[in-house]
């Protein structure tokens, strides 16, 4: 069992930076691939980016790269999302995610391949 806790969003402007974190609670956290989605209202959840156990391979949506880096902290069980240059379309609920599957070595971008969740915290970009 994996407990999440998303915070860091806010309300910020265009161009702005914001970084998320997701803490863990549970010995088991080291040996999950973990990833972060979003959803806007009146869409789907969708793929941010991954990050795997070990933490040496990371994926990101395509509408993120260059501007997102998933990183993690396996002593403070917490995983971070840094987003750079946040855009109105960034407007979303961010979830962080625990597949629950110890040292998987395929990282996921499918929500439903992923087992436990946070609460999510919302990211609003607006001018």
């Known amino acids: 069992q994996v407990l999440l806790q998303e915070s860091g969003g806010g309300l910020v402007q265009p161009g702005d930076s914001l970084r998320l974190s997701c803490a863990a609670s549970?010995?088991?956290?080291?040996?999950?691939?973990m990833g972060w989605f979003r959803q806007a209202p009146g869409k789907e959840r969708e793929f941010v980016a991954a990050?795997?156990?070990?933490?040496?391979?990371?994926y990101y949506a395509d509408s993120v790269k260059g501007r997102f880096t998933i990183s993690k902290d396996t002593a403070k069980s917490t995983v971070y999302l840094q987003m750079n240059s946040l855009q109105p379309e960034d407007t979303a609920r961010y979830f962080c995610?625990?597949?629950?599957?110890?040292?998987?070595?395929?990282?996921?971008?499918?929500?439903?391949?992923?087992?436990?969740w946070g609460q999510g915290t919302q990211v609003t970009v607006s001018s």
């Open positions: 995610a625990a597949n629950g599957r110890a040292y998987a070595t395929m990282v996921d971008t499918t929500a439903s391949r992923y087992a436990y």
């Open positions: 990050i795997s156990w070990s933490g040496g391979r990371t």
């Open positions: 549970g010995s088991t956290f080291v040996s999950y691939n």
